[in-house]
């Protein structure tokens, strides 16, 4: 068998491809996989993740990305979400979260780097990049927990979500929501940042 380079996103092509001829014909999927495949030009799907793997990926194992999706579908069905996501690649933990109210954002805590994936229930434009050797996001902001500045006869001031993006939906704003993870994302600034 000859070596096609693969990419993840040709992997992602291939297997959104098969899951619509499924939808159509009823066939199974993994009958799907191999048709699809054998039209892009592979002997069998096996021949696809060989090539892929040998590009330098690995689409046997869960990974960031598809974490990513899982996300965003969460929010879809309106749950509220809140995990890290350990990449060896670069030894950093991420974190996703997902509110219930149509935002999904992707967080880096040690530089305060963010990235919102879904806003008000509109998927955003992102680029996120996963290799065996390399973690490439393109983060387009930085976040921060600041206190909400509204009158009040408490001392304690609310805390929201502020972030500076070069996103035109959102650009600059506090978000003082209470579906917001605000208290976790404060309490890992602090381990980061005290």
């Not at 869960?62 to 809140?82: M, Y």
């Not at 992707?106 to 879904?118: D, G, T, V």
């Not at 921060?144 to 001031?157: C, E, N």
Request: aromatic share 10%; with cysteine; net charge negative.
């Amino acid at each position: 068998m000859s070596f096609i380079k693969t990419s993840q996103k040709d992997i992602k092509t291939f297997k959104r491809s098969a899951k619509k001829m499924h939808q159509e014909t009823g066939e199974l999927h993994a009958d799907c996989l191999e048709k699809i495949a054998r039209q892009a030009g592979y002997h069998s799907w096996k021949h696809v993740t060989e090539c892929a793997k040998q590009t330098g990926l690995d689409v046997l194992q869960l990974d960031f990305i598809n974490e990513c999706q899982k996300a965003l579908n969460d929010e879809f069905e309106g749950k509220k979400t809140f995990f890290g996501l350990r990449n060896s690649t670069v030894h950093t933990t991420f974190y996703l979260f997902s509110t219930g109210e149509g935002d999904v954002w992707l967080i880096e805590p040690s530089e305060k780097l963010a990235l919102c994936l879904m806003w008000h229930y509109e998927p955003q434009v992102v680029f996120i990049e996963e290799t065996s050797k390399n973690l490439d996001i393109g983060w387009d902001g930085k976040f921060d927990i600041k206190s909400v500045s509204m009158p009040t006869v408490s001392v304690v001031q609310p805390l929201g979500f502020y972030v500076e993006t070069s996103n035109q939906n959102i650009k600059t704003r506090l978000i003082a929501s209470e579906n917001y993870p605000i208290v976790e994302i404060h309490e890992l600034l602090k381990q980061f940042h005290p």
